[in-house]
């Protein structure tokens, strides 16, 4: 049973920002140290601070022969059965297992050259030297060090979607990156089944880690090797006929072996093959998953049925609230993984303000990373305007008064459509030509078209309605 099923949550995977794992059994996904990096936000900075800290603390004490330092910090590691996340089979893992994890990582680090040597610089490089450190491993170092996190994430996370918290439960062993060890202290969490739950955004989990020994064996080590024995005239080189000349690679593999041991060996001496595998990982896209990658056993989404329901939605006072939280939901769905994070009735200026929607702007590639780019657009603003007649001027200056240097100059203006639309473009062309900012206006024929666009396109994250409405405010 699913969170959503378990805690009777109306929404669907799609339409939500965590994981709907279920409740009993873990999910075959892992969380990614690297996706955090990828996550242009405070929440995303202060994961990657805190797994820092605790990676070169460990690092700094097993260098300097602190051994005990190093093991105490690592002691508390523990499998993460509170996220469901992971390669159980049947029930989850349980807290049983806890002092393994620990003493496992310890065995594996303490006996790696990586380590000593001064080669890794992050959690992640582990994977490709360290053995039995893998997807899973990985996983659960990170959840274990952003917990605190995760807890955040967690607590806003159910006071969003109505998910019940309860009182007195233990955090588990929380990093502290300043005093460079582990607390504990009472919080509020979801119960499930008996037992605490840690909700896990849905945009830093992966089926896989983004850095793999395999793929860095296969493509930097070996081709490494391979360019080794061809400039030097090695003894693998096989001279074919038409005179060129060949090193094949299971000849490669029987000389210098397989697996994470020939990748540090061969990198403690080469650190430019490690450099240059970074750099690469750096320049591509790990995309969060897609809709039917998180789903899995459910059917992808229903774009016209997530529209019907804004559709049929009456027009007026009376269903205003209906239609706010429709919309969220199918733009989280259309937006998804470009913009996550929603929230609903965000306050502002004191909480003397709310915005209907905010998103946070994650997008790497697409139209909302060309608007991040050139415009200020941390955030994206959404105001839901469920009027039964046309805009008027107050409602375009409500959402350019939402814009600021630190939430962004970028939002979306959601009306029924009632009215002459050329004029309402005109109104937010003129915002645009004063700099107050850029007001997208989306009736429901625009959501429509963003609907069978997201059935029929391959091109993720191009949002063409949204570009031909941007160029129109601009023009």
Known sequence: MRVTEYFDIPYKQHEIDFVDVD??????????????????????????????????YVIECMQEGKDQLAKNALSLLKEPDETHLG??????????????????IWEAFSGSKAISSGLLRDLEDTALFVDQISSDRISDITINLIREHLIWFTQESAQ????????????????????KNWKI?????????????????????????????SEYYRHYI????????????????????????????????????????????????????????????????SPPLSHEDLSQDE???????????????????????????????LLTALFYPFLTDPRREFPINDKRKRIDITYLNSARYGFFNWILTHHPAPYVIVECKNYSR????????????????????????????????????AHCRDIAREQKGFVLPLDDDDLAELAREAEESQLAGKFTLLQERFREIVD
Not at 187 to 206: F, H, N
Not at 396 to 424: E, N, T, W
């Open 299 to 329: 059917p992808p989404p229903d774009w016209q049925a997530m529209l019907s329901e804004v559709k049929l939605t009456t027009p007026g006072k009376a269903e205003a609230d209906a239609y706010h939280k429709r919309v969220e939901k």
């Open 23 to 56: 409740v009993v059994n873990d999910v075959v996904l892992f969380v990614d140290p690297r996706a955090l990096t990828f996550l242009e936000s405070e929440w995303a900075h202060g994961c990657i601070s805190r797994i820092q800290s605790f990676f070169q």
């Open 185 to 213: 202290y009472h919080t509020e969490l979801p119960m499930a089944e008996g037992k605490p739950l840690l909700l896990v955004p849905k945009s830093i989990v992966r089926q896989d880690l983004h850095f793999n020994s």
């Open 390 to 425: 046309p805009l008027g001027n107050e409602e375009f200056d409500q959402l350019a008064g939402r814009f600021a240097p630190h939430r962004g100059k970028v939002g979306m203006l959601l009306y029924r459509g009632f009215g002459d639309k050329s004029g309402v473009i």
């Open 87 to 104: 390669y159980s089979t049947g029930r989850s893992r349980g807290s049983g297992l806890g002092d393994e994890l620990a003493e496992r």
């Open 222 to 285: 070996l081709e490494f090797l391979r360019h080794e024995e061809l400039q030097n005239m090695g003894s693998l080189v096989h001279v074919l006929k038409n005179g060129n000349h060949r090193v094949y690679k299971k000849d490669l593999e029987r000389k210098y072996g397989v697996g994470k041991h020939v990748n540090l060996s061969i990198t403690l001496h080469h650190p430019e093959v490690l450099e240059n595998y970074r750099r690469t990982k750096e320049s591509q896209k």
């Open 160 to 179: 969003y979607y109505g998910i019940p918290l309860q009182k007195g439960l233990s955090s588990g062993p929380v990093w502290d990156s300043h005093r």
